[in-house]
């Protein structure tokens, strides 16, 4: 195969997938005019996963799962209508907000195609071992928590499916799959990370409401957001997600733990997605 050969090949054999469902479908404008803005030169069709509803933007496929039956049943059927091996994927509310370059994803899906790589992450999960012969590129420690996740990540198809689970929800593919893995201790598959993080990123929406940052973000560089459909989070939303955010930082997981069901235990359950 020839090298431009080679680079055609590459480029049809990855799709990037947006995983969505109607209920967020407010969200799609501005995530895709932030796309646009901070990723004007991506080389690669796009897809958005709906259930049912259309969606009317340039260069965008919509795939449709049909009824809600679950993330994972959602998510599988999208694949089924993409054609390319490799999905470069995000949520809808991942917000880009920095230029990403072209050529250090191109290259990180080269390293994947030629080590035959089962997911290559850019968001940095807990770094292991480096991977042999390749400059910033580590394994995923199989022992960190949420070692599985719904972050940017390119997947060969084959592999995302074994953990597309039916009836598995977004927090189940994380933490089920997650504690399936540390107590195997490895991964289905080769897993990768980089060590750069080639996507900084907003989180637009928390709990179904709009981060008052990320859409004061979105206006500042032009982009109009429909906050009409959906609440902003509270003051005291937003300081307890900061507090949540620097104790995953700074404490040990186990007292982590101990501290979340002591909390639970004293009638603050609705603070946390799961009770475990």
Excluded at 9 to 31: E, H, M, T
Aim: glycine share 6%.
């Amino acid at each position: 195969m020839h090298q431009g050969d080679r680079r055609t090949f590459l480029k049809g054999n990855l799709a990037i997938l947006v995983i969505s469902c109607d209920n967020y479908r407010d969200v799609w404008k501005p995530f895709f005019e932030l796309f646009s803005k901070f990723w004007p030169d991506c080389p690669y069709r796009l897809y958005l996963g709906s259930n049912k509803a259309d969606f009317e933007y340039p260069d965008v496929t919509v795939v449709k799962s049909g009824e809600d039956i679950s993330w994972a049943d959602n998510v599988r059927k999208y694949l089924a209508q993409i054609d390319e091996e490799y999905v470069l994927t995000f949520l809808e509310d991942f917000f880009i907000c920095r230029p990403v370059p072209t050529a250090a994803i191109e290259s990180a899906f080269k390293t994947m195609v030629k080590d035959h790589i089962d997911l290559f992450s850019f968001t940095l999960p807990k770094k292991g071992e480096p991977f042999p012969q390749s400059e910033n590129v580590y394994y995923i420690d199989p022992r960190a928590e949420y070692c599985v996740n719904t972050a940017i990540a390119i997947r060969a198809k084959n592999a995302f499916l074994t953990l597309l689970k039916p009836g598995y929800s977004a927090w189940d593919f994380e933490v089920k799959n997650s504690k399936q893995v540390n107590e195997a201790g490895s991964f289905p598959g080769v897993f990768v990370t980089s060590g750069i993080d080639y996507f900084p990123l907003l989180n637009g929406i928390w709990r179904g409401k709009w981060v008052p940052g990320s859409v004061r973000f979105c206006r500042r560089v032009g982009i109009d957001v429909d906050t009409s459909v959906r609440p902003f989070m509270e003051p005291n939303e937003r300081i307890w997600e900061f507090a949540k955010g620097t104790g995953r930082r700074l404490m040990n997981p186990s007292i982590r733990r101990m501290l979340k069901r002591l909390l639970i235990r004293f009638g603050h359950s609705r603070r946390f997605v799961s009770q475990d």
